[in-house]
């Protein structure tokens, strides 16, 4: 699979744009929108050379658009940062979608596009034609609105920083204080972290209602029912309905829950408490130090570089590409947006990585994580269609999650000492199966939202309340803490920022078993099918990708009981 796969990775060269071509304004680009419209494509060469041009400009505007995002999040405090991807959002993109909708439309009334090849090519006009059945002129300005909105969440929560010890602290950097064997300071922490989350609650839940309000516009505008309905649609989910969401669910809490408690009542053995509280979690027993895989983002990067290569070199090379290229931004600072993230770029083909370590084992798994997403951007750079590569979200998050569990047989790298890899690989195998009632509460949380577009605040938080128990293990003690939990949901950015990009977490969790059981019983042929569905991309049906990759798509009850029944004997 290695042989004629490289990650010297070569930026796309430039045959229908000019070279030094920026886009700094629409009249820079127009032309070339308006010259693709109007060109006359007279045989099945002329319609692909169309494509390929096409491409490039797509490509091009894509990657500025990713720089002015990437550079926003690095730093939330530069207004001329932020009013750079304003104006993109708010006077280039709204100008595309016409002429976006008018190409598409071209392209599928084209008397050539039956000859184009079916197996190469059906997926994308199956995406195309969506395009145009939910494009909406009305939705431009929208749409706009919705994607400068979006941003104030980082915008907001960047800002968060609470005290500590006399010093300050962002809320990811403090997040390593809740590993302290000072039961006290880590109660202390917790309650200042969600006391300083409280502080902006407002602002947020009013960001969150404007953003509800706009989106059902949106879907109200495109003939839609309801905005869950649209983005459906929208996120191009052809392969599963809604109803196979709620069955997940349902699947989660009849065969993970189970599960989840017992790793909870082990936890409270282990601690000697009376009763497990949410700040005992990441603690340890008493003469157990906290685990520390790293110190700086520098070491992050070459201890993880370490563990690619030894799993498969060509993974180490493509974090040493990203590192060659300034393509990563790795510690938390203040000003800096939560979260972590891999935004492909799709001219230059290497990646950027962005994250908020703060020396912690989850950090690890965010960049294993992160770079399994890395690897894949890497490996579709080379199809000749910018649409080629817009993969599902569904095997995206296998390359991750799978990243995940394939490289803890290589976490010496992080610990000097046996115990301490044995309790990294607990710790991750734990977060593995406990991630699982979140991704369905999220869910859920949201179906309910966009189903009931003009609920009121305090309906939201008694909905909320109300999933969140339904969920809940019957282990953790969460008495008195009703006013954090009750505004828990804004933690997750998805809900502000992707909203129902969430579920795929939990498909992919279960693909991400799947093919770590695969590794299991054959390391070289499951980082073969890995690479092999990875680099089709977006070309193939999301059962035909899972297939690639050696996985049936299945998320049914049945299933899920298998693969945990795997995790747990391993545990």
Not at 558 to 568: A, H
Request: one cysteine or more.
């Amino acid at each position: 699979m290695e042989k004629n796969i490289t990650a010297d990775i070569k930026k796309i060269d430039r045959h229908y744009l000019p070279k030094e071509l920026v886009v700094d304004k629409w009249e820079t680009i127009e032309p070339y929108f308006k010259e693709l419209l109007d060109r006359p494509i007279n045989a099945k060469d002329d319609l692909e050379k169309w494509l390929k041009d096409m491409s490039e400009l797509e490509a091009a505007i894509s990657e500025d658009a990713s720089w002015r995002q990437i550079r926003m999040t690095c730093d939330t405090t530069d207004k001329k940062l932020e009013e750079a991807f304003n104006f993109f959002c708010l006077e280039i993109q709204p100008k595309i979608q016409p002429y976006a909708d008018a190409l598409n439309k071209k392209l599928i009334n084209c008397a050539f596009t039956s000859e184009l090849d079916h197996d190469k090519y059906f997926t994308y006009l199956r995406s195309v034609q969506k395009s145009i059945e939910l494009f909406r002129e009305e939705n431009i300005p929208l749409q706009a609105e919705i994607a400068v909105l979006q941003q104030q969440y980082g915008v907001i929560t960047g800002k968060m920083m609470i005290e500590v010890n006399g010093q300050e602290y962002t809320l990811q950097q403090a997040a390593k204080f809740l590993e302290s064997h000072d039961r006290n300071l880590r109660e202390q922490v917790y309650r200042k972290i969600n006391e300083r989350r409280l502080q902006d609650k407002d602002e947020l839940n009013r960001l969150y209602t404007e953003l509800i309000r706009k989106r059902h516009q949106v879907a109200l505008n495109a003939g839609f029912e309801n905005y869950r309905d649209y983005r459906f649609k929208e996120l191009g989910r052809f392969d599963y309905t809604k109803e196979e969401c709620f069955r997940f669910q349902e699947a989660v809490k009849q065969q993970v829950l189970p599960l989840v408690n017992k790793i909870y009542e082990q936890k409270q053995k282990r601690l000697a408490l009376d009763d497990l509280r949410p700040w005992d979690l990441e603690a340890e027993p008493e003469g157990t130090q906290p685990l520390t895989p790293f110190t700086t983002g520098e070491e992050l990067l070459n201890k993880s570089i370490e563990c690619f290569t030894q799993l498969r070199p060509f993974f180490g090379d493509c974090l040493r590409q990203m590192n060659t290229l300034k393509h990563l931004d790795l510690e938390s600072r203040k000003g800096k947006a939560p979260g972590g993230y891999n935004c492909p770029l799709a001219e230059s083909g290497a990646p950027f990585i962005f994250m908020n370590a703060a020396g912690q084992m989850h950090d690890v798994t965010t960049m294993v994580h992160e770079g399994g997403h890395a690897v894949q951007s890497f490996l579709t750079h080379p199809l000749e269609l910018s649409a080629f590569k817009d993969y599902p979200m569904e095997i995206a998050e296998v390359a991750s999650m799978a990243m995940e569990l394939f490289t803890m047989d290589h976490w010496n790298v992080f610990f000097d000492n046996k115990v301490d890899l044995q309790r990294a690989k607990e710790h991750q195998l734990e977060r593995t199966i406990t991630i699982f009632p979140w991704i369905a509460i999220i869910d859920k949380f949201q179906h309910w939202i966009y189903e009931n577009p003009f609920h009121s605040g305090d309906e939201r938080s008694a909905k909320w309340i109300e999933i969140l128990a339904s969920f809940s293990d019957d282990v953790i003690n969460n008495s008195g803490l009703e006013i954090y939990r009750k505004n828990g949901w804004q933690r997750q950015l998805h809900l502000f920022e992707v909203p129902f990009y969430y579920i795929e977490y939990g498909i992919a969790q279960l693909g991400a078993i799947g093919m770590w059981m695969q590794y299991k019983k054959d390391p070289e042929k499951a980082l073969d099918n890995y690479m092999k569905a990875l680099s089709l991309g977006g070309t193939k049906t999301l059962p035909e990708l899972y297939e690639a990759a050696g996985l049936k798509f299945d998320f049914s009850s049945e299933n899920i009981k298998v693969l945990m029944d795997f995790v747990n004997e391993n545990m």
